[in-house]
């Protein structure tokens, strides 16, 4: 698998995709693609570094979690809480990492309660699944992800600084 960009459609030399100032885009065909590509995406992220995840159910954005967290070598026992009944998972490694899901949260005043605010502080990764519910409560510095679905193992993932 290698990780085409659209910088490279654009005719520049193959690069590291983090050498990419404009979006950049992959094609993954396997959910192990997907994680292979968070946890090459991992190596280059900066504590304090917010990602807004987009996409719809299916599209890959827990799959990308996982590499993610694999990427930071976070072991798996030290997940604190239960992903499937806690909004924000914490994992605290070296570079810690929240993960925030707000699929359940439709209004803004519920996301707003969570006092993500204080995350964004903690110089970890914040990861923030369903970011597209709240629009307008993200540091401007975020980078946005976008997952969507092509086909039934096919996934495009656009990186937007
Ligand atoms: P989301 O968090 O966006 O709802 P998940 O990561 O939980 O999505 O689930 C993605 C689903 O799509 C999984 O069932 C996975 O097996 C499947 N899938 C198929 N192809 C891919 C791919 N290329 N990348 C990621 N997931 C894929
Ligand atoms: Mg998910």
Known sequence: MSFFLG????GEP??????????????????AETERFAVDFA?????GTVLLLIGDLGSGKTTFVKGLAKGLKIPKE????????TLIN????????????????????EIEELGLEDYFARRGIVLIEWADHAPYLWPKEAVTIRFEIEGKGTRRITVIP
Do not use: A, N
């Open 7 to 10: 910088m490279k459609e654009q």
């Open 14 to 31: 193959d690069k590291p995709w983090r050498e990419c100032k404009l979006r950049s885009q992959i094609i993954t065909k396997s959910p």
């Open 78 to 85: 030290i997940l604190i809480h239960s992903p499937s009944f």
């Open 43 to 47: 190596k280059s992220l900066k504590p």
């Open 90 to 109: 914490e994992y605290l490694g070296e570079t810690p990492l929240f993960h925030v899901d707000l699929y359940r949260l439709e209004s803004l005043r």
